[in-house]
Nanobody
Framework: QVQLVESGGGYVEPGGSLRLSCVGNDFTVRDYAMSWYRQAPGKERDLVAAIIDTGNSTNYDDSVKGRFTISRDNAKNSVYLQMNSLKPEDTAQYYC???????????WGRGTLVVVSS
């Protein structure tokens, strides 16, 4: 089954760190731009970070710049989001997305929950 599978979410205290992973299942991520989005309860799904297919260029929402790092390992068919200095406002469901560079095709994962609370 073609899918993206996220993992690594959980509960963490403010100031802590988590590393999210996204792996392709029957899906090759190296040909796609990959992004992490998040959706807090009652809010829209927003872009957090993105990385192009080669990994040479990244983009971040201002709210996470300097704290989060997106990376990819095409050999492992995976994308990661290292999250440091976490804040309660980072609490959300985090989703991985693959987007074609040449068509409108997009594939979403089912998400992983991050809760930042003391």
């Amino acid at each position: 089954q073609v899918q993206l599978v996220e993992s690594g979410g959980g509960y963490v205290e403010p100031g802590g760190s988590l590393r999210l992973s996204c792996v392709g299942n029957d899906f090759t991520v190296r040909d796609y731009a990959m992004s992490w989005y998040r959706q807090a309860p009652g809010k829209e799904r927003d872009l957090v970070a993105a990385i192009i297919d080669t990994g040479n260029s990244t983009n971040y929402d201002d709210s996470v710049k300097g704290r989060f790092t997106i990376s990819r390992d095409n050999a492992k068919n995976s994308v990661y989001l290292q999250m440091n200095s976490l804040k309660p406002e980072d609490t959300a469901q985090y989703y991985c997305q693959a987007a074609s560079l040449y068509t409108t095709y997009k594939l979403w994962g089912r998400g992983t929950l991050v809760v930042v609370s003391s």
